[in-house]
């Protein structure tokens, strides 16, 4: 076999089954996944597997947890040509942000799926997608190199840019949305990818660079009618608060109370970094639209354009953890590092 892909389980639905005696839903014995869906078997590809102990809801994810996967990554790298990563979908697109922006020069597939039902019942989505992301994770082109050269998600029929995903439904089978960028690829009878769509590296062979150092001083401000001036200030005054990812209305605009934004003006002109993105699930923010938009530039806000939440956030942790100074930090954040804003 001249391919091997290395399947990583880190806990959520799809890794369980039923217990027979207690009805409920409990995690198998990973190494056993072989007995659970014999069809991997038939791959012409070898796969080796590698799970979490414990394992984790998703919900439970933190910076310690992509700091061990993305050394576990790192660390199999050379061995492996693709790596699929079992995880809950709650927190998946997190996740798969996260460790686009740790894995600096990332030329192999790191494919992040889940299931909405456990793999060991009969109308569960986690076999197909499991033995998908494989067939994907293990897929050439012409020259040899790996179709997918990025971090993603696949869910139900679509191949996802990780740091450009949501969570969209919290029963569908389709359960994932990539609202502002082009499905990567489609699994119906063939594998169809989008090929100028996908990410490729400028040359190959370039040295994979990690990015371990983390640091969670951010916040993530949503603004609503009638938000009190009591939370804003709360929220922008906790402490050690590097950075802030407002979620502004439409197009980037805000409330015009003077209140608002001289709360905001004294934030960042004390070196705190405010990035603006929309709650809108597509679109893009473009602060010179509305005089209410315009505003906030004057106060010092960034512009996060058409980044998710989960990219925002995961985004300045990354780069926050890479340099001790905020403007360096403003700067690079309205940069697209890998993909992640149009
Ligand atoms: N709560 C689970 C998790 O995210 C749900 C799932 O796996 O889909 O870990």
């Not at 998703?58 to 699929?84: E, H, K, M, T």
């Not at 997608?129 to 020259?143: G, P």
Request: net charge negative; proline share 5%; charged share 20%.
């Amino acid at each position: 076999m001249d391919r091997k892909i290395l399947l990583i389980y880190t806990g959520g639905t799809i890794g369980m089954k039923e217990n027979p005696d207690t009805l409920l839903l409990e995690p198998f014995d990973f190494n056993q996944i072989l007995q659970e869906v014999p069809e991997l078997r038939k791959f012409d590809f070898a796969i080796d597997t590698y799970s979490f102990d414990p394992v984790i809801d998703s919900s439970d994810a933190n910076p310690a947890f992509w700091v061990r996967l993305s050394q576990l990554i790192r660390d199999n790298y050379a061995a492996y040509d693709g790596f699929v990563v079992l995880h809950g979908t709650d927190t998946m697109a997190y996740s798969a942000s996260a460790l686009s922006f740790m894995l600096e020069n990332l030329e192999k597939p790191v494919i992040f799926t889940g299931s909405q039902l456990p793999i060991g019942m009969l109308r569960t989505d986690g076999k197909e997608n499991l033995i998908d992301s494989l067939e994907l994770a293990a897929d050439r082109d012409a020259q040899g190199h790996p179709c997918v050269s990025e971090v993603c998600i696949y869910f139900e029929n679509e191949l996802f840019r990780g740091n450009r995903t949501t969570k969209y439904s919290a029963e569908a089978f389709s359960a994932f949305r990539s609202p502002n960028y082009p499905v990567l690829a489609e699994v119906g009878t063939h594998i169809r990818y989008n090929v100028p769509s996908l990410r490729r590296p400028i040359r190959w062979g370039g040295p994979l660079l990690l990015h371990t150092q983390l640091d969670n001083r951010v916040a993530v401000l949503k603004i609503f009618p009638g938000i009190s001036e009591s939370y804003v200030r709360g929220v922008l005054a906790t402490e050690g608060l590097r950075a802030v990812v407002l979620e502004t209305f439409g197009s980037g605009n805000a409330p015009s109370y003077p209140w608002f934004l001289d709360a905001l003006a004294a934030f960042t002109s004390s070196g705190g970094i405010v990035v603006n993105i929309t709650q809108c699930l597509t679109g893009t923010v473009d602060m010179g639209t509305y005089a209410n938009g315009d505003t906030l530039r004057q106060a010092g806000v960034v512009c996060g354009r058409d980044m998710t939440t989960e990219a925002a956030v995961t985004k300045l942790f990354v780069l926050l953890g890479q340099y001790s100074d905020n403007k360096t930090v403003a700067i690079k954040l309205e940069f697209d590092l890998c993909g992640e804003i149009s």
